[in-house]
């Protein structure tokens, strides 16, 4: 019997020292890779947006774009500003490789995985962009990939059915121009330069509106300052996996300990006590 008593703390022991910790994005992407509930949001968000297709193409005062304020946009053509990540292309066979290696993002496995040209797409978004095309309306997708990924981006997406005209450089990304930051302000300037923007589509609020580095008070004052917005021009999809509602949690502190972040993410727990 004593033999059994020493024998059963070695084995927690070991049982302990050879358990795999938890990638910490491991349910988000289980849940987008998995359930159903997700392709319905995304399905959701484009037959929404259908809906409204023909009444913001006839009305010419109608535009999604904050850069478009105050000016005359009335004759410009219309078009549609789509993020590309999470928004029309499914990226989550990536996150899932993560999580096997328990790694974190490497922007060189990401473009890797961007030259593969294996990306399925988002519920519901070829539907909308071929019908907004149809219709009509230019199609633009403003993405913070790699400038040296457009070729390999635009197969994929030309292989999956999205419209990419073969006129217009309507796929516009990160670093293509001196001033094309992360930040999508001067492309979404470019575009509506020349065209009516009519809705916008995007995984983060950045895909909408200047939101870079704020607070997340900030951040919830500017989703209710612009409400009337939500579902009719402008169309946010699911993505509990990265964005900058991620980083907004430890205030865009990139050099936080493990145990900081751990820290940050139970206060952000809300028990209502």
């Not at 999580?99 to 890797?112: E, F, L, M, R, T």
């Not at 575009?191 to 809705?199: G, K, L, Q, T, V």
């Not at 909408?208 to 989703?223: G, M, S, Y």
């Not at 980083?247 to 820290?263: C, P």
Request: aromatic share 10%.
């Amino acid at each position: 019997m004593k033999n059994y008593l020493f024998l059963v703390p070695a084995l927690l022991f070991i049982a302990c020292s050879t358990t795999k910790s938890v990638h910490h994005t491991q349910q988000a992407t289980l849940w987008v890779q998995n359930a159903a509930e997700f392709d319905a949001l995304s399905q959701q968000a484009y037959n929404a947006a259908g809906i409204y297709l023909q009444e913001a193409l006839d009305d010419k005062t109608w535009s999604a774009s904050l850069e478009q304020s105050g000016k005359d946009f009335a004759s410009l053509p219309a078009a549609i500003i789509l993020d590309i990540d999470e928004t029309v292309l499914d990226n989550s066979p990536y996150q899932a490789r993560m999580v096997k290696k328990n790694s974190a993002y490497d922007p060189v496995a990401w473009n890797q995985w961007v030259f593969e040209e294996n990306a399925d797409a988002i519920a519901g978004a070829v539907s909308l962009t071929q019908k907004a095309a149809e219709m009509g309306i230019t199609v633009f997708y403003v993405t913070n990939r790699d400038a040296e990924t457009e070729e390999a981006t635009r197969r994929n997406m030309e292989r999956l059915g999205f419209p990419i005209s073969q006129k217009t450089d309507v796929i516009l990304l990160k670093g293509e121009q001196e001033n094309w930051t992360s930040s999508k302000v001067e492309r979404r300037k470019k575009i509506a330069s020349e065209y009516r923007i009519i809705m916008l589509f995007g995984d983060d609020l950045n895909d909408f509106l200047p939101a870079k580095n704020i607070t997340e008070e900030q951040r919830d004052n500017l989703v209710s300052q612009y409400s009337d917005n939500w579902g009719k021009k402008w169309f946010v999809l699911a993505n509990p996996i990265y964005g900058s509602w991620d980083q907004a949690l430890f205030n865009f502190e990139r050099n936080l300990t493990d145990e900081q972040k751990e820290r940050a993410i139970q206060n952000h727990l809300n028990t209502k006590q």
